[in-house]
């Protein structure tokens, strides 16, 4: 039963081997088994329409910002139409609104102004009456003017009394028109208001209209697959293109547990490809997973936990665009004498 134990532990970790990579080490060298790979940026409508053309096929070089598709934007082209429309007619009441108020403030205080002298001149009036009569009164007490210009002068001051009163009442009228003003102004505010929320509406609808238009990153890519074609229905989502910078590609490896002491972010490598052997390429870790791509069923021992692995990223920092994606290759860790026995020492302290 342990001979059989023994034999499944060996095909399992063979196993490990051959799906994530050899690694090993030759003249003081470690090296890990890779394979070239690319970030894949798939374009995809945010819309819905019916696609028009498609300007890139697969394979094809693709300008930073291009439009590589467009979509049929007739229906938001046609509320857009309509929406400049209404702001037109929006400016023609904005400015029949001014004129109209122009001449109500205009009218307004004018009026107000007239009746106001009106008042101080039927004050003045009914001062005098007043003046008049009590002198007259004075010199009819006296025994010097007759009763007729008496009353006379008593008619003259109750008149004016009474005009004084039709001119307030004139006035307070007048006053209360200034409400008038105030609605011809609201009017003007509503039609202001109305006029900004189209503006508005109208540049939310040229935003929609320009996602019709598909672009390409800010990068120069080339065409990987192409998922839609004139004549087809996009939705919200729909992938149309996926795109890729040949400039972004990384080499992928699989480290060993035992490993990981000397696979760190930063740390300098070479690349040499199965296409191109002999010739070296300058690389740098620049990712490594802090969860195991691969963990046996059951960890009980120290083998069990060697068995792990873990995914990792390796920057190519030369000729990247001349790499292919998919193409194998070995990473190889360069000989430290510092570095390894520095290593070495980690790898070998007790877990």
Do not use: C
Request: proline share 4%; no cysteine.
């Amino acid at each position: 039963m342990r001979g059989r134990g023994v034999l499944a532990a060996g095909v399992l970790l063979l196993a490990v081997a051959v799906a994530f990579g050899w690694w090993g080490q030759r003249g003081g060298e470690s090296w890990f088994t890779g394979f070239v790979e690319g970030e894949e940026r798939v374009l995809r409508s945010e819309v819905a329409g019916r696609v028009l053309e498609v300007g890139y096929g697969e394979g094809d070089v693709v300008p930073p910002g291009a439009i590589v598709a467009r979509l049929d934007e007739g229906d938001v082209r046609a509320r857009i139409t309509s929406k400049e429309r209404e702001i037109a007619v929006l400016d023609a009441e904005i400015r029949r609104s001014q004129d109209q108020l122009q001449v109500v403030e205009r009218t307004w205080a004018r009026d107000l102004e007239g009746r106001r002298a009106e008042l101080r001149q039927a004050d003045a009036a009914a001062e005098l009456a007043r003046l008049t009569f009590a002198r007259r009164q004075q010199l009819f007490a006296d025994g010097v003017s007759a009763a007729q210009s008496l009353d006379e002068a008593r008619a003259q001051r109750d008149s004016t009394r009474s005009g004084v009163e039709r001119v307030r009442e004139a006035l307070a009228r007048t006053e209360a028109e200034e409400g008038n003003v105030g609605l011809a102004q609201r009017a003007l505010e509503v039609a202001r208001e109305r006029r900004e929320l189209a503006v508005a509406q109208i540049e939310e609808l040229r935003v929609l209209a320009a996602k019709y238009a598909i672009r390409a990153p800010d990068a120069e890519t080339r065409v990987q697959t192409q998922f839609l074609w004139p004549g087809e229905l996009a939705q919200p989502g729909t992938p149309v293109l996926a795109v890729l910078d040949p400039r972004d590609k990384y080499v992928q490896i699989y480290v060993p547990a035992a490993d990981l002491a000397r696979v760190r972010p930063g740390r300098r490598v070479e690349i040499e490809l199965d296409s191109a052997p002999g010739r070296r390429v300058p690389g740098e870790i620049s990712f490594v997973a802090d969860q195991a791509s691969f963990t046996p069923e059951k960890i009980e021992t120290r083998a069990d936990r060697l068995g792990q692995v873990y995914r990792a990223k390796v920057r190519i920092l030369e000729g990247a665009e001349a790499l292919q994606p998919g193409a194998e290759g070995n990473v190889y860790l360069a000989a430290d004498a510092g570095t390894e026995a520095g290593e070495a020492r980690t790898a070998s302290s007790p877990p």
